[in-house]
Nanobody, 119 residues
Framework: QVQLVESGGGLVQAGGSLRLSCAAS????????MSWFRQAPGKEREFVAT????????YYKDSVKGRFTISRDNAKNTVYLQMNSLKPEDTAVYSC????????????WGQGTQVTVSS
């Protein structure tokens, strides 16, 4: 079992920055693909960014490319999402997720952290 706990959310003005953290416990995440998802009110959850375990390749939702950066520190069992140039449309609950083995969908999810961007 992997437990994931997000932190770092909050209220920020448009153009500002936040750094989200996802701390894992219970098992090392060094061999898990780690991802960030978000869900805005009244909308479905959507993919934001992912980082592979084998070579730390990263992939992003088109609308956050160039503004968000996902990274991982396997020694600290933590994944980060640096968010710059935030826009009101980035407002959502952000959750991290872990995908292991041959699974194509995450097996473990955090509870989420609220990010609110004011205009």
């Amino acid at each position: 079992q992997v437990q994931l706990v997000e932190s770092g959310g909050g209220l920020v003005q448009a153009g500002g920055s936040l750094r989200l953290s996802c701390a894992a416990s219970g098992r090392t995440i060094s061999n898990y693909v780690m991802s960030w998802f978000r869900q805005a009110p009244g909308k479905e959850r959507e993919f934001v960014a992912t980082i592979s375990w084998i070579n730390s390749n990263t992939y992003y939702k088109d609308s956050v490319k160039g503004r968000f950066t996902i990274s991982r520190d396997n020694a600290k069992n933590t994944v980060y999402l640096q968010m710059n140039s935030l826009k009101p449309e980035d407002t959502a609950v952000y959750s991290c997720a872990a995908t292991g083995g041959s699974s194509s969908v995450p097996q473990y999810w955090g509870q989420g952290t609220q990010v609110t961007v004011s205009s």
